[in-house]
């Protein structure tokens, strides 16, 4: 059965972030950090989804998705990251799996989306090894609360942009600005992941994956120095989190005059190896790359003209998403079956045409990836609601369903209604 769904994750929507014994996460403390968050907004209420969960789970019921892509906040679950269990924090997603359940719409859980324990933190956060064993441990005790029912599981969620945005440039949470010397919290991420899918196996779990953003990578032209900064920035933006998990290996990361890996001891990329049942895959545009003007990288993003562009600016290339699939299929021979568990657009306004659009550009794109061979199984569309745009904070509306953050009053968008009846249209084609 093809999954249709919508996706969110816990900090951009729960809000009630001291309630019910929850810790402080990553990005409670950034966001109130002055100058860290557009305007300063914060987090503290979003949308308010701890409360209003089962109006949420209604809005989806009406939209017809069978499946709801969500995370878990790792601090309500356990307030400092390891040790006592909260549970008032479980008996949350303890209630909305059963909410879900009882309209027909199938869990796909999150373990992280980048809102990691401020308590382990404070030990290094992913620069810090033990850290995989904490998060193995976190898998476990989710999946002994929801495991009859959750049967598929998402480890990380985009581990590329945490480690980039979060450790090496310093714009999301923690906010360290480690450069290049971030690159242990991409294998600190891998080796959590493989240790947390053992766990999952351990607790019955069905079907196990990692959720990675990738992209086309554009050379800026056929000169060689463009191409060979094509090809660097392919290892690190794709190559980097992809290829450990599907040939057991790390990418040549010479070009980032970096010989081996840092961290890897014996034993670990067997770890991260673990067979997956999905490979969840976040798509939102292509990167042009052209040759570096400095010494700072091997290559500069020399950007995309001639092509929409959303309220973020991002350039809206539906067939890219086509293009992206075929390649990861042409380049892993073990590529496990795809889902799309994120994809979608910025835009204002309650008559969005433009969302609209671009939905039906990207599955188009999907149907045509199908055709040429590749095994996709569904599509969450990025995102139910209006919701805190991390950095952004509340001025990029990604949602199918408007927030009035003042009233939290939602109201459906025309793309809501639009992707209502794609989905009703399409599920034979699928």
């Known amino acids: 059965m093809f999954l249709w769904g919508t996706a969110t994750a816990a900090y951009q929507i729960e809000g009630a972030v001291a309630e019910d014994g ?39 019921a009406a939209l017809g998705v069978n499946a709801y892509r969500f995370s878990v906040a790792w601090s309500r679950v356990l307030p400092y990251g390891r040790g006592a269990v909260n549970a008032k924090g479980l008996d949350f997603y303890d209630r909305l799996v059963d909410g879900l359940c009882a309209k027909g719409i199938a869990p796909a859980l999150t373990l992280f989306h980048w809102d990691l324990p401020q308590a ?41 942009v945490h480690m980039v945005y979060g450790y090496a440039l310093g714009t999301h949470a923690p906010g360290k600005t480690l450069f290049l010397e971030a690159l242990p919290v991409a ?6 992941h493989g240790l947390a899918v053992r766990a999952l196996r351990a607790a019955g779990a069905e079907q196990v994956m990692i959720t990675n953003n990738c992209t086309p990578v554009w050379a800026a032209s056929d000169a060689p120095e463009d191409v060979a900064a094509a090809d660097a920035y392919d290892v690190l933006h794709n190559r980097l989190f992809n290829d450990p998990l599907l040939t057991g290996t790390y990418p040549d990361m010479s ?64 067939d890219g998403l086509r293009e992206l699939l075929v390649s990861l299929r042409a380049r892993y021979d073990a590529l496990p079956p795809v889902y799309i568990t994120e994809n979608g657009c910025s835009h ?31 599509y969450f569309a990025w995102s139910l609601l209006d919701n805190f745009e991390w950095a952004e904070g509340y001025h990029q509306r990604f949602g199918l369903v408007h927030v009035n953050f003042d009233t939290q009053v939602r109201t459906p968008k025309a793309s809501y209604h639009g992707f209502r009846s794609h989905i009703l249209t399409s599920q034979n084609a699928f």
């Open 22 to 60: 929850r810790g402080p996460s990553i990005w409670d403390t950034f966001a109130h950090e002055p100058g860290r968050v557009r305007d300063g907004h914060t987090g503290d209420v979003a949308c308010d989804h701890y409360h209003r969960w089962a109006e949420d789970v209604e809005l989806m």
């Open 120 to 160: 382990l933190e404070d030990e290094g956060g992913w620069m810090n090894r033990d850290i995989s064993g904490y998060f193995a441990d976190y898998a476990a005790i989710v999946a002994e609360r929801l495991g009859d029912r959750v049967k598929l599981w998402i480890t990380l969620n985009e581990p590329f």
């Open 187 to 192: 294998h600190h991420q891998l080796l959590g």
């Open 255 to 318: 070009a980032f005059a970096i010989d081996e890996m840092p961290g890897v001891r014996p034993g670990d990329l067997e770890t991260i190896a673990q067979p997956l049942d999905g490979l969840g895959i976040n798509y939102y545009n292509p990167t042009r790359i052209a040759a570096p003007s400095t010494d700072f990288l091997p290559f500069d993003d020399a950007g995309i003209t001639g092509y929409p562009t959303t309220a973020f600016g991002w350039p809206v290339v539906p």
């Open 348 to 378: 204002d306004g309650l008559d969005d045409q433009f969302r609209i659009d671009y939905l039906h550009g990207h599955l188009k794109a999907l149907r045509q990836a199908q055709t040429e061979g590749v095994d996709v199984r569904g």
